[in-house]
């Protein structure tokens, strides 16, 4: 399994908020294009609040159970 670079923890040309969430997302079979497609065509979009920095956030559900939130002030994968 390929994880995260160590530096700088992206995934492609995405950036999670640490490491640990990049290399879990990985885990759970996401990737670049997944993340890429779940963006650009989600079911449903909801907001949430990115608790480390109290930005609000856009989650994006792939279906019911899986989804990515973005924080949308500094672009960053939660």
Request: glycine letters at 6%.
């Amino acid at each position: 399994m390929i994880y995260a670079d160590n530096d700088n923890k992206l995934l492609g040309n995405f950036e999670f908020t640490d490491k640990k969430h990049a290399n879990k997302a990985i885990e759970r079979g996401w990737n670049e294009k997944s993340i890429e497609n779940a963006k650009q065509n989600p079911i449903k979009v909801g907001e949430s609040i990115n608790r480390n920095t109290g930005n609000k956030s856009t989650v994006y559900f792939v279906d019911d159970n899986q989804y990515i939130v973005i924080d949308n002030v500094t672009n960053t994968i939660v």
